[in-house]
């Protein structure tokens, strides 16, 4: 499929006083070879834009882990990918 015929769907669900965030794309998804390395700093696929730094989901990790909050990822090849963040809601 071509990059610019993917979706991205985004929702929230809250529960004991806290949201998980859902980022999900119906895109190629992440090999089981990557997958272990992406919140890495400056790990790049092979496939990932040339342009960028490898830096992207590190530093999204860092942040949440800064908060004090979770984040984790599921994807399967050639069915896209789920990031999940929780945030904590106010009571």
Known sequence: ???DEGQI?????TKYGQATLRVNDNGRGI??????????????TSVDNPKGTGLGL???????NGLDE????????GEGTIFFVTVRTAT
Do not use: L
């Open 1 to 3: 499929m071509p990059e």
């Open 9 to 13: 769907f985004i929702d929230a669900t």
């Open 31 to 44: 090999s089981e070879k990557d997958f272990p390395h992406i919140f890495e700093r400056f790990y790049k």
């Open 58 to 64: 590190a530093i999204a990790q860092e942040i949440v």
């Open 70 to 77: 979770t984040i984790w990822v599921q994807s399967k090849e």
